[in-house]
């Protein structure tokens, strides 16, 4: 019986890992989808997967402990779930690049084509300032695949969707925050008509990508 116990736990543990090196392949994945992060965070699967591990753990005290940890284990689930943006999507699993475009139907002309629309359309329409625009949004206004437009953007860009949407608002960000017409805005304002959605996301990519704060970068604009 005790030898079955340790078999269950240990199977438990395992799948559990397993589980945690999916969590961390899937939220490279996110990067390469979506232009923010603020509502897709996977914290709460990470706190319900170490919490699946105590469940595990429980099934050598007692049946009654166990019910009690798997009614808030399923509590937990749906209390989270429910306040969830979509995580998932249809596109393929992270793969090495080679791989992933391996049988890829873009040729090259196709991808020069659609790269000089993806760069039109960013400059004329200013997409980046929908502060949640996924790579489905914009697939969809380039009329093509979303995965010809995620390989397009890694080829041409060396960058995932996230980091090349949020370059666009970094800059959009320094042209608004250089011109004397905006001093009596707040840089949050201005970051989130560039579209940022939250204070965090838009400090943390900032220092990030230009090495300072907001409030150094606009502390060292020349005054007029």
């Known amino acids: 019986m005790t030898v079955r116990l340790v078999a269950i736990v240990l199977s438990g543990f395992i799948y559990i890992g397993w589980t945690a ?7 490279r994945r996110i990067l390469s989808e979506f232009s923010y992060q603020d509502k897709i965070d996977l914290q709460w699967l990470r706190i319900l997967t170490w ?5 595990w753990l429980l099934i050598f005290i007692s049946d009654e402990v166990l019910f009690a940890g798997v009614t808030l284990f ?4 749906g209390f989270f779930g429910i306040r ?3 995580i998932f999507t249809h596109h393929k699993a992270d793969e090495p690049e ?3 475009y391996s049988k890829s139907g873009l040729t090259k002309e196709l991808s ?20 949640d625009l996924s790579i489905d949004d914009l697939a969809d206004r380039l009329d093509v695949h979303p995965n010809y437009l995620s390989q397009v953007i890694n080829e041409r860009e060396k960058k ?11 800059e959009e960000f320094k042209k608004l925050a250089a011109n004397p017409k905006n001093r009596h805005l707040t840089l949050l304002a201005l970051a989130f008509e560039c579209g940022f959605n939250s204070k965090s996301s838009f400090n943390r990519y900032f220092k990030k990508a ?15």
């Open 21 to 27: 090196v999916m969590l961390a392949r899937h939220e």
């Open 51 to 55: 919490g699946l591990g105590v469940i």
């Open 74 to 77: 399923v509590f937990l689930i």
């Open 84 to 86: 969830q943006a979509r």
């Open 98 to 100: 080679k791989e992933k």
């Open 112 to 131: 020069d084509k659609l790269y000089d629309s993806l760069i039109a359309l960013m400059n004329k329409d200013a997409l980046y300032q929908k502060n």
């Open 160 to 170: 995932n969707f996230y980091d090349f949407v949020n370059q666009y608002r970094i």
């Open 210 to 224: 230009t090495g300072q704060t907001p409030s150094e970068y606009f502390a060292a604009l020349p005054k007029h």
